[in-house]
């Protein structure tokens, strides 16, 4: 019995990093820095705001600013998933709905802003046709790690985003499961005390992504939404 189910967002219930992961690493190049994909996953998958870029000024020598650099690229990614939409994971709207249905508390842990956060929910494709409207099931059921209004909230892998959903819902963190996709996020809901369940249905490499959330310390890894499974609330 579980009293709170977090969900990340990005590679988790949507698939955005399909669209984002390629867009970040043609605009990287721009400040003098050039990754490939598999360089990528395995450096700095699950990262955002200025912790990612402490950690690619430490790399590569730049000095880049959260505070510079987040608009110019909310607004080039904004662009793309408006024009585009995003999909959701295999199952997602149909196992959000049941839980709905069943009166579990979900909200969404998320390493993206706010506003990041919502425009996915908005561009998700299919929800309507699957008589969900996401951006008001989580309206106010968000939590994020670079929210503005929490400056001294760190991001993921430190556990600061888990810990405030705990408080927020007013849940024993031992009461609740993250849902997540990265080692970067598993780690975060690890340190927080949460029960983790690791998602690999999105992953670019499925078997090798499972085994790496079960190394962070994921207690079970689902690879399809069809397999979330909650006993009543």
Not at 123 to 146: D, I, N, W
Not at 154 to 160: I, L, T
Not at 189 to 211: K, M
Request: proline share 6%; hydrophobic share 45%; net charge neutral.
């Amino acid at each position: 019995m579980y009293s709170l189910l977090a969900f990340d967002l990005d590679g988790t219930l949507a698939n955005t990093e399909s669209i984002s992961i390629p867009s970040m690493l043609r605009f990287l190049p721009e400040y003098g820095i050039h990754l490939t994909p598999e360089a990528w996953y395995a450096t700095y998958h699950g990262m955002s705001g200025q912790s990612l870029l402490d950690k690619l000024n430490a790399a590569f020598g730049t000095q880049m600013v959260w505070s510079e650099f987040y608009p110019r690229r909310y607004a080039h990614i904004a662009r793309v998933f408006r024009e585009d939409g995003v999909e959701p994971a295999p199952g997602m709207l149909q196992m959000v709905r049941r839980l709905a249905a069943a009166g579990h508390q979900m909200c969404i842990v998320s390493n993206s802003s706010p506003e990041r956060v919502a425009l996915t929910l908005e561009v998700v494709k299919g929800q309507r046709a699957a008589g969900l409207m996401l951006p008001q099931m989580f309206a106010g059921h968000v939590v994020s790690a670079t929210d503005p209004a929490h400056p001294t909230r760190r991001a993921k892998p430190e556990p600061d985003s888990y810990l405030a959903a705990a408080e927020k819902y007013k849940c024993a963190p031992a009461q609740c499961v993250a849902l997540e996709d990265s080692v970067v996020g598993v780690t975060a809901a690890v340190r927080a005390g949460f029960t983790v369940w690791g998602y690999a249905g999105l992953g670019h490499a499925p078997a090798q992504t499972a085994e790496a959330l079960r190394e962070a310390g994921a207690h079970r890894v689902l690879t399809h939404w069809d397999e979330m499974v909650v006993g009543p609330r």
